[in-house]
C-alpha cells in the first residue's frame, strides 16, 4: 500500500540545522510531486513546501523562506528538508505528504505518520 | 492572500448530522479539500475536490461548496467521528495551498 515515513526529528537548538527525510512506497515516487506540511503543538495545519516531480519546480512559504530547502532523490524514492537557522516557532510535527492535483486543484493524500522538530535551548 | 475560516468547535448528537463550514472569499470558485485528524495521528483526507469521496471513506461523508461558503456533511455521526477537521484550497495567486484553522468536532 502507498506509505510514507518521515525520520530525521529531533531536539535542536535555535539557529542550528536539521534534515528531514520521507520514505516513500507502494507507487511510483518518481511520478509524483511532493510536499512538506507541519503543525505545531495545539496547532492548525501549515503548508510548508513542495517540489515537482522531476524537482525542477520548487515553492515555500514565506515563513521558511532562505532557511529551509527541499530535495528529492527519486532513485531512492526519498524526499528531504534541510532546515537551516532554526526557531522557536519552528516547533512542529513535520509531515510529508503526496500531492495530487487537477488543473485548479491539489489536494494531499496520503499522509506520513510525522516527525517532531522542536527548536530550543 | 486568500484566507479560510472555520468554526473552532461544532458539537453534535450521536446519530445526527453535522455540518462543518470553511468560509472564504467566493470560495465557491476554487475546489476545496478536507481532513480529518483524531488525536496523536497524522491527517486523512475525506473529501476533495468539494465533493469526492476518496475509496474506503463512508458515505456519511459529503461535502459541498458555493458561494462563500464550503461545507462538509457528516451524517449518522458516531463517536469514532470526533477529530479536528481541516478545509484546504490551492491559491493560485500566490501558488501556494491555503488551509483551515481548524474544527473540533465533538459527538455528543
Known amino acids: 500500500q502507498v506509505q510514507l515515513v518521515e525520520s530525521g526529528g529531533g531536539l535542536v537548538k535555535p539557529g542550528g540545522s536539521l534534515r528531514l527525510s520521507c520514505a516513500a512506497s507502494g507507487f511510483t515516487f518518481s511520478d509524483y510531486y511532493m510536499s512538506w506540511i507541519r503543525q505545531a503543538p495545539g496547532k492548525g495545519l501549515e503548508w510548508v513546501s513542495y517540489?515537482?516531480?522531476?524537482?525542477?519546480?520548487?515553492y515555500y512559504a514565506d515563513s521558511v523562506k532562505g532557511r529551509f530547502t527541499i530535495s528529492r532523490d527519486n532513485a531512492k524514492n526519498s524526499l528531504y528538508l534541510q532546515m537551516n537557522s532554526l526557531r522557536a516557532e519552528d516547533t512542529a510535527v513535520y509531515y510529508c505528504?503526496?500531492?495530487?492535483?487537477?488543473?485548479?486543484?491539489?489536494?494531499?493524500?496520503?499522509w506520513g505518520q510525522g516527525t517532531l522538530v522542536t527548536v530550543s535551548s | 492572500s486568500y484566507e479560510l475560516t472555520q468554526p473552532l468547535s461544532v458539537s453534535v448528537a450521536l446519530g445526527q448530522t453535522a455540518r462543518i463550514t470553511c468560509g472564504g472569499n467566493?470560495?465557491?470558485?476554487?475546489?476545496v479539500h478536507w481532513y480529518q485528524q483524531k488525536p496523536g495521528q497524522a491527517p486523512v483526507l475525506v473529501i476533495y475536490?468539494?465533493?469526492n469521496r476518496p475509496s474506503g471513506i463512508p458515505e456519511r461523508f459529503s461535502g459541498s461548496n458555493s458561494g462563500n461558503t464550503a461545507t462538509l456533511t457528516i451524517s449518522r455521526a458516531q463517536a469514532g467521528d470526533e477529530a479536528d477537521y481541516y478545509c484546504q484550497v490551492w491559491d493560485s495567486s500566490t501558488a501556494g495551498v491555503v488551509f483551515g484553522g481548524g474544527t473540533k468536532l465533538t459527538v455528543l
Open positions: 467566493n470560495i465557491g470558485s476554487k475546489n
Open positions: 475536490r468539494d465533493s
Open positions: 517540489i515537482s516531480s522531476s524537482g525542477s519546480t520548487i
Open positions: 505528504a503526496r500531492w495530487l492535483e487537477v488543473v485548479g486543484a491539489t489536494w494531499f493524500d496520503p
